[in-house]
């Protein structure tokens, strides 16, 4: 049995870890100051209970990206059958001084362990602090492209089932 859509359960699919561990970035999305969506892509550190951001303390995003304030969050493949991850929730956040050990951990599993020291030796004399945007998953949900399809998707197989 497949466990629902929205439920937060779906973390432990095989899916979600697979693209929660991969290189891939994450797209953000959030509601900006006038109330118009914003999507950006950014690295992602997961903790086994919500997923990292970091950023430059005075990054534009966090201008509207106050505790309590609700983003969703997408990572996924470019070919078929796509995986995607989707996740909704709320976001705390803080500053630390010198690069988010988080941020550290993305950077290397992202451009591995050369080309990452190299990153964050390089950004050290640029980031005094960092802030960080954590995302605590309230709604999950998967799409494979082999067994879970977006809703309208499975409505029409459905209906030609039923039909059949």
């Known amino acids: 049995m497949t466990t629902q859509q929205g439920h937060v359960a779906l973390l432990a699919d095989p899916v979600a870890q697979q693209l929660l561990q991969s290189r891939l970035p994450a797209q953000l999305a959030y509601t900006w100051t006038d109330g118009t969506p914003r999507v950006v892509p950014i690295w992602f550190h997961w903790n086994g209970r919500e997923l990292v951001l970091g950023t430059p303390p005075d990054a ?96 029409a197989i459905e209906r030609v089932q039923v039909g059949a």
Do not use: C
């Open 60 to 155: 534009p995003k966090m201008r509207v990206l106050k505790d309590g304030a609700k983003v969703a969050i997408t990572i996924n493949t470019d070919s078929m059958p796509y995986h995607v991850l989707l996740v909704r929730g709320p976001v705390r956040t803080d500053t630390v001084e010198g690069i988010a050990p988080e941020y550290a951990a993305m950077t290397m599993r992202v451009m591995g362990d050369e080309g990452g020291r190299a990153w964050l030796e390089n950004l050290a004399p640029l980031s005094p602090r960092m802030a960080r945007i954590f995302v605590t998953p309230e709604w999950v949900g998967i799409l494979d492209f082999e067994q879970r399809f977006p809703s309208a998707v499975e409505r």
